[in-house]
């Protein structure tokens, strides 16, 4: 059972006073992590990390709807919100193994189950092809299953499907999917780049260098064609125009960002500061903040205190609510996204991230002025 305390009148001006409005904080388990809205029906889908769990969330109503109980540990969850149908990554530690669960979004109703690679998996959908992407960062691989028909239709379309093993990179984990361009960007956890994959052939078009340890989720505005790529221990969010398949900003955010969320009604990116590094296992510098970017010039709005390592982060445009999971905290913040309410601006933040644009330029001018330096060099050479 999940409780859902909705913040005061008064609590609610104070909290428009100093930033965004913080208007409630769902309990539906321990460990919240991936997060995943349906802006149909505006149900909210939590999958809990350990023990593995997903649960509905009616923010309407401020309750719970239904509870599923998957393995170990419950690494992502997707939504379509066309035909309400919940896709969520479970790992089993015990037996090695891992599934995909396929879920009606309305009553819990688990509609099929699909075995894929281990590891801490991540989701991607294209519901024009009827295409469901597993990651296994570690198998090295990626589970394609194409449905026979429209998911709507889930009696039939998730009984007869194709499976096929795709091997993209050493350790894919982040997925996004681009259903106008048909493509599919996997992000290495290991060699830190992006592959462009066309989803007719499966053929890599282009392969994308970005900061280091990118993780899942891939934001896809397919509006822009932008593809937004948080970089957890390069300290980073990257932006690749997947109409160039190139890399058109670097924005220094808070240390081990996490999850990442645009909001398509104000045009904001919302980034959570987890703090933790997950290379280490460590919890000891858990964030506690979100980080808010103009989604059109990149730069930084401000930032808002919701609770310990802020992870998954969702939005419901309509509805002007965004949803950051508090892994250390064990409960979900709802926060209002009002162009209206003005923005804190976290000066240490500020700072951090001016010393580390700095630094570089720095390392920028250094790799310039050693080339000057071999070009010098190199002529000298030639002219004796």
């Not at 933040?349 to 070009?375: E, K, P, Y």
Request: glycine fraction near 8%; hydrophobic fraction near 40%; charge should be negative.
């Amino acid at each position: 059972m999940g409780l859902f305390f909705p913040v005061s009148p008064a609590q609610t001006t104070s909290a428009e006073a100093a930033g965004f409005p913080i208007v409630g904080v769902l309990h539906s388990g321990a460990r919240p992590e991936a997060m995943a809205v349906d802006t149909q029906s505006h149900l909210l889908y939590i999958a809990h990390e350990s023990p593995g769990f997903v649960v509905a969330f009616d923010a309407a109503r401020g309750k719970v709807v239904w509870r599923v109980k998957l393995g170990d540990v419950a690494t992502d969850v997707q939504v379509d919100s066309a035909s309400h149908v919940v896709f969520v990554a479970s790992t089993s530690y015990r037996q090695n193994e891992s599934d995909v669960f396929v879920l009606n979004g309305t009553t819990g109703e688990t509609l099929a189950r699909w075995k894929t690679g281990s590891g801490d998996n991540g989701i991607a959908l294209d519901a024009v092809r009827h295409r469901i992407y597993i990651s296994s960062v570690n198998d090295g691989t990626i589970d394609e299953f194409a449905t026979s028909g429209q998911w709507q239709d889930a009696s039939t379309s998730f009984q007869d499907i194709q499976h096929t093993i795709l091997r993209i990179g050493t350790h894919p984990q982040g997925l996004g999917v681009n259903t106008r361009l048909g493509r599919l960007y996997v992000a290495d956890y290991a060699e830190h780049i992006v592959r462009v994959v066309d989803e007719a052939t499966m053929h890599v078009l282009a392969t994308i260098p970005v900061a280091d340890t990118p993780l899942q989720p891939l934001r896809v505005d397919e509006q822009t064609g932008y593809v937004y790529v948080v970089c957890s221990t390069g300290q980073e969010l990257d932006v690749i125009d997947g109409n160039k398949n190139a890399v058109i900003a670097r924005i220094p955010v808070a240390p081990y960002p996490e999850g990442i969320t645009i909001d398509t009604a104000t045009g904001r990116i919302y980034i959570a500061d987890e703090g933790n590094d997950e290379q280490s296992n460590s919890n000891k510098d858990a964030g506690n903040t979100i980080t808010v970017l103009d989604g059109k010039t990149f730069q930084l709005l401000g930032t808002l205190r919701v609770g310990a390592a802020p992870d998954g982060v969702a939005s419901d445009p309509a509805l002007h609510l965004v949803y950051v999971a508090l892994e250390d905290s064990s409960a979900v913040a709802e926060v209002s996204d009002s162009v209206n309410v003005p923005l804190q601006i976290d000066e240490t933040l500020n700072q951090a991230i001016d010393a580390r644009r700095a630094v570089g330029l720095l390392q920028q001018a250094s790799i310039v002025t050693a080339l000057l330096m071999l070009v010098t060099m190199m002529v000298a050479t030639w002219t004796t």
